[in-house]
């Protein structure tokens, strides 16, 4: 079965550091460029950053760029976003979601890790 | 930057009827780079339709999605209790490599 499940979540104050992890299994990780999503709560949705399978091209959101990083370890079927310097707008429910093929869209989603920036 | 606007931003209906949720996108949009996702509380959303009109796996045939250029539509012909959900439809823009979404739909039991 294809899965995928983010960890890594919790309180933090603002200015601080966290980091997210996304295991998949079920498919080969390495072939697929993955996404983190993120939603706060009652809103919608807003992409925050993609990578390709060998970590060549990554790509963030303006609202990210420059705090976060995201990097895989192919070998151990991962995914990872290192969140710096947080402020209280990044409180939202983090999903890691794989790309469909060629499709330019995702058909994969994690259940999500929640992340509260707050004092 | 694209944006995509969506309406409405509610829509009340009862089983059995008919859904059409419209996004509208304030530059022109490739076909193949415009999907529609569905959203039920609690849960992570799911990839309904793909490139403006093609369903994905497992999606029944009650959903459909058209349209072309900056305006798409997604139709659901006859709602199913398990349909009342928000829906979001997402375009990919190729430079630099970005999604968005629009602001989503929530379909409700009237």
């Known amino acids: 079965e294809v899965e995928l499940v983010e960890s890594g979540g919790g309180l933090v104050k603002p200015g601080g550091s966290l980091r997210l992890s996304c295991v998949a299994s079920g498919f080969t990780f390495s072939s697929y460029s993955m996404n983190w999503v993120r939603q706060a709560p009652g809103k919608g949705l807003e992409w925050v950053s993609s990578i390709s399978g060998d970590s060549i091209y990554i790509y963030y959101g303006d609202s990210v760029k420059g705090r976060f990083t995201i990097s895989r370890d192919n070998a151990k079927n991962s995914l990872y976003l290192q969140m710096n310097s947080l402020r209280a707008e990044d409180t939202a429910m983090y999903y890691c979601?794989?790309?469909?093929?060629?499709?330019?869209?995702?058909?994969?989603w994690g259940q999500g890790t929640m992340v509260t920036v707050s004092s | 930057e694209i944006v995509l606007t969506q309406s409405p931003g509610t829509l009340s209906l009862s089983p059995g009827e008919r859904a059409t949720l419209s996004c509208r996108a304030s530059?022109?949009?490739?076909?193949?780079?415009l999907s529609w996702n569905q959203q039920k509380p609690g849960q992570a959303p799911r990839l309904l339709i793909y490139a403006a009109s093609t369903r994905a796996a497992g999606i029944p045939d009650r959903f459909s999605g058209s349209g072309s250029g900056t305006d798409f539509t997604l139709t659901i012909s006859r709602l199913e209790p398990e349909d009342f959900a928000v829906y979001y439809c997402q375009q990919y823009v190729s430079s630099p490599p970005a999604w968005t979404f629009g602001q989503g739909t929530k379909v409700e039991i009237k």
């Open positions: 530059q022109s949009v490739s076909n193949n780079y």
């Open positions: 979601a794989r790309h469909y093929d060629d499709k330019f869209t995702y058909n994969i």
